[in-house]
């Protein structure tokens, strides 16, 4: 069992940066592979970034890449979501997840859930 917990959110003027945590629970972070989805109201859960478990493969959102940045401490078993010149449209609750799989975007695969952190963009 694996419990997240993410931290980080709240608003933030258009073009600025905020940087998200997800601290997960367990001696087996550094097994998991973790994503960051985000979800706005009225729309479906969307996958935002992922990274391997040792850390070395990433993907993205096309529309976040070259704006965010996901990496890992595997010695804190946490997991950063780095989001620069952000936009109105990155408005959204963010989550993040670990599975035990390799890395996807496809949030079914992910097998465990933090609580959601809210990050609202102003223009």
């Known amino acids: 069992q694996v419990q997240l917990v993410e931290s980080g959110g709240g608003l933030v003027q258009a073009g600025g940066s905020l940087r998200l945590s997800c601290t997960a629970s367990g001696r087996t972070f550094s097994t998991y592979t973790m994503g960051w989805f985000r979800q706005a109201p009225g729309k479906e859960r969307e996958f935002v970034a992922t990274?391997?478990?040792?850390?070395?493969?990433?993907y993205y959102l096309d529309s976040v890449k070259g704006r965010f940045t996901i990496s890992r401490d595997n010695a804190k078993n946490t997991v950063y979501l780095q989001m620069n010149s952000l936009k109105p449209e990155d408005t959204a609750v963010y989550y993040c997840?670990?599975?035990?799989?390799?890395?996807?975007?496809?949030?079914?695969?992910?097998?465990?859930w933090g609580q959601g952190t809210q990050v609202t963009v102003s223009s």
């Open positions: 990274i391997s478990s040792g850390g070395t493969s990433t």
């Open positions: 997840a670990a599975t035990p799989k390799g890395v996807s975007w496809i949030y079914r695969i992910y097998d465990y």
